[in-house]
């Protein structure tokens, strides 16, 4: 469930031409503080400002964050990593003394520990679905690359998540590199499940910018930039937030969530009457009528509405209860 906004960051690249290959190679030379990947250790700084001492913090983050100098950034207490890997970084395993072997196989000499079924996520490349997983975890220590081999050796834990039999054309295989500890079976599940959940951040840059549209915005400075990036930052995380509440809670009043004048248009829109109702409808009635403005034809096999057809919908609700507000006085 989203709850809301610690800290956000937007930038600009300073060329959108430059070669992807050439930039990799050239960078490696360049510290951290010169590259566009600082902003994974200020976004560490961030949560670790943010949120108290006495919380455990959770960093998850996608393969984009693999970055050696964020797992040696210095980290207070009851912070942990979970960061799916993307580098094959050379690993010892502190059971063999010296014996320096590639993450990714070292991982898979290790036994299956068991089997685990995860809710895959619909993203643009697949369906949602279920997966088998056959789960592998061990311990291994992280060699620093050799232009960094002065921050030394990191511990870290590894779980390795694959589906044996994949549907044709997809494949599922998770590698998690994590300072929490895993000793057992069902302390690797729970990573996965905590890593599952990540994509609800890329559901919310989603409705940011295909929803809200901000990155089409031409406004005349940074300044107002930045100040209606921040107020549709809070609407985009509202129209999530109701899309995964009337989810998880259908059955709660929508007063308080929806503007009076808001659920009483909705309610006489939907049943095509004049007459308001003396109790507020339920928040799972409200989202699947609001869907239903935005397009949503709530068929057998449509599942529950999405966030594309709730903006939508919320727009053209927003506009109905103008009028209405105004043709009641």
Not at 245 to 272: D, F, K, M, N
Request: aromatic fraction near 8%; charged fraction near 25%; include cysteine.
């Amino acid at each position: 469930m989203p709850l809301g906004l610690l800290g956000q960051e937007v930038w600009a690249r300073e060329t959108m031409k430059r070669s992807l290959k050439g930039e990799a190679r050239n960078s490696r030379g360049r510290a951290i503080a010169d590259k566009e990947s600082q902003r994974w250790l200020a976004g560490l700084e961030l949560s670790q400002t943010q949120i108290p001492a006495e919380k455990q913090l959770g960093t998850i983050a996608d393969r984009e964050a693999d970055i050696y100098e964020l797992f040696a950034h210095p980290r207070r207490s009851r912070s942990e990593f979970l960061i799916r890997a993307a580098q094959n970084r050379n690993t010892k395993s502190p059971s063999v003394s010296g014996e320096v072997k590639p993450l990714f196989s070292a991982i898979r000499q290790s036994t299956v520990a068991g089997e685990i079924t995860l809710k895959l996520q619909r993203t643009p490349r697949r369906r949602e679905r279920l997966a088998v997983l056959n789960v592998r975890y061990g311990q291994f220590w992280l060699q620093p690359p050799a232009h960094l081999g002065a921050l030394g050796s990191i511990a870290v834990n590894v779980v390795l998540a694959e589906e044996p039999h994949p549907p044709t054309g997809e494949k599922a295989v998770v590698w998690l590199l994590t300072t929490v500890s895993v000793e057992t079976f069902e302390a690797a599940c729970q990573c996965l499940k905590w890593y599952s959940k990540r994509w609800l951040i890329e559901r919310y840059f989603y409705v940011l910018k295909s929803g809200c549209r901000v990155e089409e915005l031409q406004l005349e400075n940074a300044g107002r930039l930045k100040r209606a990036i921040a107020c549709y930052s809070m609407v985009a995380w509202r129209l999530l937030w109701l899309t995964y509440e009337a989810r998880q809670h259908p059955e709660q009043s929508v007063a308080g969530i929806l503007e009076t004048e808001e659920w009483q248009v909705l309610y006489c829109r939907a049943h095509q009457t004049k007459e308001v109702p003396l109790v507020a409808p339920s928040l799972g009635e409200s989202v699947l009528w609001i869907a239903k403005l935005g397009g949503f034809l709530g068929r057998k096999g449509d599942g529950e509405p999405g966030v594309e057809t709730l903006w939508r919908g919320l727009g053209k609700l927003h506009e109905m209860a103008a009028t209405w507000e105004l043709m009641r006085g």
